[in-house]
């Protein structure tokens, strides 16, 4: 099985989604948001895919951004010219930003292939520099409006793919990873370790295992307004509400869609949503990495608890010392009261029917028995009176591998 980072990532936000166009291979629409990228990087790949150290002027580079424009997926031509200025604006201060430190990179454009287990992974590196010690830097340019939050650089796996790719093709990894956000000009690195690059190795194995056995249910997300294939979909092709959003979004034809244009709000609320749709995006991601590592936090907490006490009971001790501060252990006595002894001394006095309550263990017990079944069981049902509703979070995170 071939696959690509895209491809995983795709299968990650909505299986079915990944059926449908890598699968089926149905056709996408074309996007303002990716054409507007892949023109930066191809004026990128100009300006760093050159053989002297002499860079570009400022002026050629963006002479190059109109060679390279594509036009696909814009509103109209007012649209589109606004990207225009905004790339123009991008490269110009990446320009300034980047010009004193010009050096020729190791690569760009890197193809590569990695072998992961008998899966097949490709994919292409934006650029690979060398480092003043000597180490290499992989750099993947985004044009995301926003940087994530820090935990995306621990759970996206693109860094360790990329680690991965550039240790097979050169025989040692790189000491930094990077994502460089050109619209707010700003990097974002890590270094990757080795339980990192397994978990990844992990996600990749897991997906591609689901992929073999057909796995492809549909899971609804933020984005779904602005999905390719939301036509096809079962849970929206009904759904007149979101086919016009979708239509406002160009990725079905309005025409198909009467109710399209009452539905669509105006393009400041569908703005709103786009916003709002990558927003909470984020915070999804956030939200699983941070219950991931409190997971993992309290697993280490828990043997860590247990050499603590071992060490103690040993050396017979009632504390311990770090380099930041100690512990002291003492013992916690759990008690309970003994009934008949407590209620001897409560009855006579007309106090016990005070320290009496309905324990829901008991009582779920009682609903169990066989003679409570049938009438008395709904009786107690109904005496059922809801105090407060709470909402919790399930997490479907099945990419997460534990
Ligand atoms: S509309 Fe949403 S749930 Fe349906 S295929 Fe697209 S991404 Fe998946």
Redesign the pocket.
């Known amino acids: 099985m071939r696959l690509s980072y895209s491809a995983i990532s795709t299968y990650q ?2 299986p ?2 990944y059926k ?1 166009q890598y699968v089926d291979r149905l056709p996408t629409k074309p996007s303002h948001y990716l054409s507007f990228g892949n023109s930066i990087h191809a004026a990128l790949e100009f300006f760093y895919g050159i053989d002297t150290p002499q860079p570009h002027s400022l002026e050629r580079l963006l002479e190059e951004l109109d060679n390279v424009w594509i036009s696909d997926g814009y509103e109209n031509e007012a649209h589109e010219k606004e990207y225009k200025e905004k790339g123009r604006a991008i490269l110009t201060t990446f320009y300034h930003e980047n010009l004193p430190s010009f050096k020729l990179p190791v690569a760009v454009e890197k193809q590569f292939t990695l072998d992961i287990d008998g899966i097949t992974l490709v994919g292409v590196i934006d650029r690979i520099d060398r480092l003043s010690n000597g180490g290499l830097e992989v750099i993947d340019y985004k044009t995301n409006e926003k940087l994530p939050p820090k935990t995306k650089l621990n759970t996206d796996l693109q860094l360790p793919i990329y680690h991965m790719a550039v240790e097979e093709i050169y025989g040692t990894p790189p000491q930094k990873v990077t994502f460089y956000f050109l619209v707010p000009n700003q990097k974002m690195s890590a270094r990757k370790t080795n339980p990192e690059i397994k978990n990844a190795k992990d996600t990749i194995l897991k997906v591609a295992d689901n992929i073999q056995k057909e796995k492809f249910d ?4 933020p ?2 307004p602005w ?1 390719d ?2 036509e096809h ?1 079962p ?2 092709r009904d759904d007149p509400v979101m086919l016009a959003k979708a239509a406002s979004n160009g990725k079905i034809p309005k025409a198909s869609n009467s109710k399209s244009e009452q539905a669509i709000g105006s393009r400041a609320e569908i703005n709103n949503l786009k916003q709002s749709a990558a927003e909470i995006e984020n915070v999804v991601d956030e939200y699983l990495a941070l219950t991931r590592q409190i997971r993992q936090a309290r697993v280490r907490l828990d043997e860590l608890q247990n050499i603590i006490h071992n060490y103690c009971e040993k050396q017979g001790l009632t504390s311990v010392s770090g380099t930041r501060g100690g512990l002291t252990r003492m013992a916690h006595k759990t008690t309970h009261y003994n009934v008949d002894k407590l209620r001897s001394l409560l009855e006579p006095r007309g106090l016990w029917e005070k320290v009496l309550d309905v324990n829901s263990k008991l009582l779920k017990k009682l609903l169990d028995d066989e003679e409570s079944r049938g009438e008395l069981r709904k009786l107690i049902e109904a005496a059922k009176e809801v105090e407060e509703i709470s909402y919790v979070l399930y997490i479907k995170d099945e990419m997460a591998g534990d």
């Open positions: 936000k909505c079915l989604s449908f549909p899971f609804k997300n984005l779904c999905c294939f939301i979909c849970i929206y």
